[in-house]
């Protein structure tokens, strides 16, 4: 499971980035109208320079952004898996 | 030559009764089946007393149901009135009073938007939607519902209106604070589409994108020049937006044969790389408009799809879908190297001149306007506006013509095309969006919390085009932070205008003369942004 500063660190992403304040790790992000095609391109796109990760078409699922904690676990899974690879 | 944008409708239903005109989230449904459901709605709308020439607002997302209720709308003599469905209540408000409209034709998906317009306008509503749960909304009662009208009959209507009579009012950004209506008639559009249907060889085989939301009037060409050629119009629902991998499945599996839309999408799906060598075996040509296209995400295009036709059309919603054209002969080599706007389409001539309507020479920086079939008779109810815009020339090579005073800088090739070369204002392009800076000010303005505020657009080599800056003071005592401002400001600017850079300063700078010098603004917001 993503810790706590994880989560913080994309709250943060959140508020300074796209100057969107997340009510909860739990919120969903599209319900609530927080994320629509265009600030959920500038996310994928954030996401990868803030983490340093390749985002590959395939795994842009909703699924896998709906809400904070669903970012922070993919975030988490990815860096573990490219570091894996890299090895 | 037909009147009136229906009638390519009841024409291929008796043509060809059983072929398919609207294909939504894999419902097909065809010419006769599309006719019928419009004549019964045209026939509601005017027993519900709608007038030849009333605006009727249409606030559904893309779907069979927002085409029925466009065709629906034509045929009561009517003109219909896309909404954003995004945006908020109080911008659309401004829209409704500004068109005078009393119906609106909405569906769920908008319900608590709609309720806010109803309740501050007292507009009526038809639901256009086969789920009729929302449709009694505390506010917005429906008069009338989808299923209602099978009761109506299906017979066809004489016709109410005329070839010059308005089709639709498109409202854009306007620098004043208030969105502009731009008054589009039923000659204006089938002058395009006939040229676009001859210069692109559309057949009733095709299969056409239907990208663009229907308050684009990109979507026009989808929609008209799909029913002109008896072609079946494909519907791309908001939601594959967001997955450039979905959109890609999405015109390989549709089988689609041209695709059209803002560079946007097609920079999207470069950056994540979809797109196979020799992929969408099916797709004939691929259109662009409303921004420059990189010319390096054209030739990633152009690389892997060698059995397509590419072409960029160039043109102000207020002389309606594209005035001119430019298909590119091959891969581009240089990537540096700009892709014209290229030749007037049938019917209208570009004219690139100085501030005294004189002509410039070939390779000069001027101003583009256009003269032809497809102006606008101007804003509603707009006269001063009007004026503004549409000017009448007494002099130089255009003497005695009506031209759209398009707000372009381009210049003349030596090839004898034309290139854009940016803005002669503040008005940008973000995404296929046009938006005024002085709109998202007048927004700013309105927040109590700040004392002073500018905005400045900073445009990016990269994927998302121009970004909007905002710099502000705030009133003493005040704690803001842009992530109020920003929730602040959406609910009076629709998404794609609010400002994504925010800088909070002690006082603005300013020019010997006390105005903002935004100059030095710019160059403020990349050092922060770095």
Known sequence: ?87 | MIERLQEWVSLRALQSPDSVAVVCRGEKTTYTQLDALTNQLARMLIEKGCQRGDRICLLLPKSTAAIVGILGILKAGCAYVPLDPACPAARLTKVVETCGSEWILAGSGSAAVLDELVAATGIRVGWLDRDDSAAGLKQATAEFTLAGLASVSEAPLDPRNTSIDPAYIMFTSGSTGNPKGVVITHSNVIHFVEWAVDYFQLGDGEKLSGHSPLHFDLSVFDVFGAFAAGAELHLVTPDLNVLPNKLAAFIRDSQLTQWFSVPSALNYMAKFDVVRPGDFPHLKRLLWCGEVLPVPVLAYWMQRLPHVTFTNLYGPTEATIASAYYTVPGCPEDLRAAIPIGAPCAGEKLYVMDDNLQPVAPGVTGRLYIQGVGLSPGYYRDPVKTGEAFVQSSCGPACGERLYHTGDLARVGQDGLVYFLGRADSQIKSRGHRIELGEVLTALNALESLRESAVVAIPTSGFEGAIICCAYVAQPQRDVSPAVLRSELSKLLPGYMLPTRWMAMQELPKNANGKIDTRVLKEQFPLEIS
């Open chain 1, 1 to 87: 499971m993503p810790d706590r500063p994880l989560y913080q660190e994309i709250e943060q992403f959140f508020s300074e980035h796209l100057n969107i304040s997340v009510p909860s790790v739990n919120t969903d992000l599209f319900d609530a109208g927080i994320l629509d095609s265009l600030t959920f391109v500038d996310l994928v796109l954030h996401l990868e320079q803030e983490f340093d990760i390749h985002i590959g078409a395939e795994e842009l699922e909703l699924e896998n952004f709906r809400s904070i904690e669903k970012i922070a676990a993919f975030a988490t899974a990815h860096s573990g898996l490219q570091k894996a690879g890299a090895a």
